[in-house]
Each structure stands twice: as structure tokens, then as C-alpha cells.
């Protein structure tokens, strides 16, 4: 049980161009979803909070204009980097939990590489 | 405020033992482990509650001291399979229901 679809998997597409990604829970509700990128050799950091029905809460320093998170039903989040450029390069990843308490473990997506040119 | 694991890799021969430390300036909830594959997304191993309890996976456990803010992951008798990268994710302060993970700990199991 829990699991997580996230869609595409790989994006490779021009400077300027605005990417959407995808993240389901497939045989659970998630009122809230997070949405993290991973550079190379680097941790996981957390972009946003994704609570359905409602705004995304946005780490600091993320640019909540720059990536757009709709989370319209209580199994779909989805990320919009708009006009993305080269840094934004990287490996974006979401995940979600049945509840979101201590005890439950997040489950992540198999994320989604971006790679501008 | 992120956790500092250490060390920041081990090599291993196949059959050893290996220990991955993880502290918090913070006082934590709990503490999430996971690995991650090349290219791959994390995987869950245990979480561990404030509370100071020890949980085992297979030949994997982990430990909490909830007064120094520390876990600690053991892995024991290393198979090829524990090849990867061991993050630990905290919850804590004032962001109950968010992980902040730690910087990530290389493991190479080498036969």
C-alpha cells in the first residue's frame, strides 16, 4: 500500500519552456503533499508544502511564482516550473503520506528529471 | 535547520558492520531513515519516535536519544543491496509534519 505515481519521469526541453509534473497517490487520499529537489550529490530539500484545497506553503527562498503548485483533488498535486531556464535543472520529487503525523512515513514518487538546454 | 550526518561516506567489505549518525541542534519529534539508489527516489526504512526507542529492520535498526537529539543507523553484516545513499530526515521544532534531511551519508558494499 501507499504509493505514489509521479509523471514524467524525464523532461529534457528548451529555456523558456513551462514543465508540468504530475504526483498521485494511488490507493490513498493525501491532504497534503511535499515537493523537494535533489542536485547532484546533494540532499533533498523541500520546495513547498501542497495542501489540497487550499495555497501551498513555500520554503524560503523558493520562488512561489517561479513554481506553481496546484493540489485540486485529494490524490493529485501538481508542480509547474514556468519558463524554466538551466538552473532549474534538476531532480524534482514528491511525496506523501496517508496522514501526515509523526508515526507515518513519507512515500516518495519516483521523481522526475528536468534537464533545460 | 538541517541535520549533520556523519560520516559523510563508508566503504564496507561485504559482511561488515557500519554505523550512520545523525544529529539535530533542534528538539525532534522524530526521526525519519531512508536510502536512496543512483537515480532513484528514497526509500523508507524506520521511523523513530522521541521516546529514546530502538526499532530493527532485517539486519538494519536504528536508535534515538531524544536528549542529545541524536539517531543512530546500524546496519549489521552488510549485504551488496545496502549500496547507497542514507539520508535521515527530521521533524521538529516548529515544522511538525515536514522532514528536513540531513546532507546524506555514501554507503559502498564491496564483495
Known amino acids: 500500500g501507499a504509493v505514489v505515481s509521479q509523471h514524467p519521469s524525464r523532461v529534457i526541453c528548451k529555456s523558456g519552456t513551462s514543465v508540468k509534473i504530475e504526483c498521485r497517490s494511488l490507493?490513498?487520499?493525501?491532504?497534503?503533499m511535499f515537493w523537494y529537489r535533489q542536485f547532484p550529490k546533494q540532499s533533498l530539500m523541500l520546495m513547498a508544502t501542497?495542501?489540497?484545497?487550499?495555497?501551498?506553503?513555500?520554503e524560503q527562498g523558493v520562488e512561489k511564482d517561479k513554481f506553481l503548485i496546484n493540489h485540486a483533488s485529494l490524490t493529485l498535486s501538481t508542480l509547474t516550473v514556468t519558463s524554466a531556464h538551466p538552473e532549474d535543472s534538476s531532480f524534482y520529487i514528491c511525496?506523501?503520506?496517508?496522514?501526515?503525523?509523526?508515526?507515518?512515513?513519507?512515500?516518495f514518487g519516483d521523481g522526475t528529471r528536468l534537464s533545460i538546454l | 535547520q538541517q541535520p549533520v550526518q556523519s560520516p559523510q561516506a563508508v566503504i564496507l567489505r561485504e559482511g561488515e558492520d557500519a554505523v550512520i549518525n545523525c544529529s539535530s541542534s533542534?528538539?525532534?519529534?522524530?526521526v525519519h531513515w531512508y536510502r536512496q539508489k543512483h537515480g532513484e527516489a528514497p526509500v523508507f526504512l524506520m521511523i523513530?519516535?522521541?521516546?529514546?526507542e530502538q526499532k530493527g529492520h532485517e539486519k538494519i535498526s536504528a536508535s534515538f536519544n531524544e536528549k542529545k537529539q541524536q539517531s543512530s543507523l546500524y546496519l549489521t553484516a552488510s549485504q551488496l543491496s545496502y549500496s547507497g545513499t542514507y539520508f535521515c530526515?527530521?521533524?521538529?521544532?516548529?515544522?511538525?509534519?515536514?522532514?528536513?534531511f540531513g546532507q546524506g551519508t555514501i554507503l559502498t558494499v564491496h564483495p
Open positions: 511525496s506523501a503520506s496517508p496522514r501526515v503525523m509523526s508515526n507515518q512515513p513519507q512515500h
Open positions: 490507493d490513498f487520499q493525501a491532504t497534503t
Open positions: 501542497s495542501n489540497e484545497g487550499s495555497k501551498a506553503t513555500y
Open positions: 533542534k528538539a525532534l519529534y522524530s
Open positions: 523513530l519516535l522521541k521516546g529514546g
Open positions: 530526515g527530521t521533524e521538529g521544532g516548529t515544522s511538525y509534519g515536514k522532514l528536513t
